[in-house]
T-cell receptor, first 117, second 114 residues
Framework: GAVVSQHPSWVICKSGTSVKIECRSLDFQATTMFWYRQFPKQSLMLMATSNEGSKATYEQGVEKDKFLINHASLTLSTLTVTSAHPEDSSFYIC?????????????FGEGSRLTVL | KQEVTQIPAALSVPEGENLVLNCSFTDSAIYNLQWFRQDPGKGLTSLLLIQSSQREQTSGRLNASLDKSSGRSTLYIAASQPGDSATYLCAVRGHTGANSKLTFGKGITLSVRP
């Protein structure tokens, strides 16, 4: 149980285009999902907290208009990187907590590697 | 601001060895601590979760301990195997509860030699 799935696992796009990454909780409902970014050999950095039915909460320094987050259902959150540039190339990972477990344990998706040419 | 440190950044051991991975954090007011495994180019797999009131958790060959007052946690891996080769990250959650921010260390990349 507590499976989180991300799609796509990798994407290559041209500079200036927008890319959407999906995060799904497959066997539980997640009112809250988290989006992280990871650079090579670095920690995961929290970008934003996605709340079902309301606006996402962004961490300091993360551009809201650049990284659009939508959490329209209890099993799906999406991250759209708008007008992507090479510096946006990174590994993006989402996570979710299963409220039924109550322990605060986070489960992560497989990650999505974005390469912007 | 919470900071999580994992030293060394990389570790190489022969197969069969018991080993300890260390994690330290600066703010002892935490809700819980979680150890993860990350294979190259992949997401994170949760290994063990220790609540702030607990001292240790065990799962198979893995044992994680928590000393909250000193800001330390260790992940013990018994009888290491080549399949254990991966990056191990620890992360602490803020004291405000289950949805509070998770702060990660940079991870320890473990290589187990056959």
């Amino acid at each position: 149980g507590a499976v989180v799935s991300q799609h796509p696992s990798w994407v290559i796009c041209k500079s200036g285009t927008s890319v959407k990454i999906e995060c799904r909780s497959l066997d539980f409902q997640a009112t809250t999902m988290f989006w992280y970014r990871q650079f090579p050999k670095q920690s995961l950095m929290l970008m934003a907290t996605s709340n079902e039915g309301s606006k996402a909460t962004y961490e300091q320094g993360v551009e809201k208009d650049k990284f659009l987050i939508n959490h329209a259902s209890l099993t799906l959150s999406t991250l759209t990187v708008t007008s992507a540039h090479p510096e946006d190339s990174s590994f993006y990972i989402c996570s979710a907590r299963d409220p039924a477990r109550g322990a605060g344990e986070l489960f992560f998706g497989e990650g999505s590697r974005l390469t912007v040419l | 601001k919470q900071e999580v440190t994992q030293i060394p950044a990389a570790l190489s051991v022969p197969e069969g060895e018991n080993l300890v991975l260390n994690c330290s954090f600066t703010d002892s007011a935490i809700y819980n601590l979680q150890w993860f495994r990350q294979d190259p180019g992949k997401g994170l797999t949760s290994l063990l979760l220790i609540q702030s009131s607990q001292r240790e958790q065990t799962s198979g060959r893995l044992n994680a301990s928590l000393d909250k007052s000193s800001g330390r946690s260790t992940l013990y891996i018994a009888a290491s195997q080549p399949g254990d080769s991966a990056t191990y990250l620890c992360a602490v959650r803020g004291h405000t509860g289950a949805n509070s921010k998770l702060t990660f260390g940079k991870g320890i990349t473990l290589s187990v030699r056959p």
